[in-house]
């Protein structure tokens, strides 16, 4: 059983940028789709972007276009998650996780992953 591992979180200003990263303490990635999601205090579970091991990318939300880009490296066993331009609305937890499917991205339901990692925290905030 994979076990994902998000970082790269903190409190930034407005217009900011982050890069989150997503690894396993165990196994590889490199075979596998990883999808990235986010969670908002109070709201439901919002998929963002997939990306399939050769790069085939997915993205979910309208919010994520233009200024989310996922990416991965296989052969450092990750997957990124570029955010730029932060905004106060994206302050969420932000969490990776394997589809069932394994090497494909399905639709963005989170029912359609596992192998959650534990989140990374992201505030946006002057």
């Known amino acids: 059983q994979l076990q994902l591992v998000e970082s790269g979180g903190g409190l930034v200003q407005p217009g900011g940028s982050l890069n989150l990263s997503c690894s396993t303490s165990?196994?590889?990635?490199?075979?596998?789709?990883i999808g990235w999601f986010r969670q908002a205090p109070g709201k439901e579970r919002e998929a963002l972007s997939c990306?399939?091991?050769?790069?085939?990318?997915?993205n979910y939300a309208d919010p994520v276009k233009g200024r989310f880009t996922i990416s991965r490296d296989n052969a450092k066993n990750s997957v990124y998650l570029q955010i730029n331009d932060l905004k106060p609305e994206d302050t969420a937890v932000y969490y990776c996780?394997?589809?069932?499917?394994?090497?494909?991205?399905?639709?963005?339901?989170?029912?359609?992953?596992?192998?959650w990692g534990q989140g990374t925290q992201v505030t946006v905030s002057s």
């Open positions: 996780a394997v589809p069932k499917e394994a090497y494909f991205c399905p639709s963005g339901r989170p029912e359609n992953y596992h192998y």
């Open positions: 990306i399939t091991s050769p790069g085939g990318v997915i």
């Open positions: 165990g196994g590889t990635l490199q075979y596998n789709a």
